[in-house]
Nanobody, 115 residues
């Protein structure tokens, strides 16, 4: 089982930026897909973005042009660079990995966008 640990969340003003990190417990080179999901209070968890081992990237429409996902196989880490943050981006952000027919989740990191 791959263990995932997120970091980098916090409180930021609207228009600000944050970078989230997701560190995996083993090599991510062969992990088919890694991604970020988020869950706002009272809402269902939703997909934000994914990146496959071949580099194919997918974003939900609401973050296109503002968020960027990347993966560093040498560091076994996936990043989410978030810019032009809006109050509606406030949520717990979860890292996800899909591999060998399994799914792993991190514990989540809180992102709060507020003035």
């Amino acid at each position: 089982q791959v263990q995932l640990v997120e970091s980098g969340g916090g409180l930021v003003q609207p228009g600000g930026s944050l970078r989230l990190s997701c560190a995996a417990s083993r090599s991510i080179f062969s992990i088919y897909s890694m991604g970020w999901y988020r869950q706002a209070p009272g809402k269902q968890r939703e997909l934000v973005t994914t990146i496959t081992s071949s580099g194919r990237i997918n974003y939900v429409d609401s973050v296109k042009g503002r968020f960027t996902i990347s993966r560093d196989s040498a560091k076994n880490t996936v990043y989410l660079q978030m810019s032009s943050l809006k109050p509606e981006d406030t949520a717990i952000y979860y890292c996800n990995a899909q591999y060998d027919g399994r799914i792993s989740w991190g514990q989540g990191t809180q992102v709060t966008v507020s003035s």
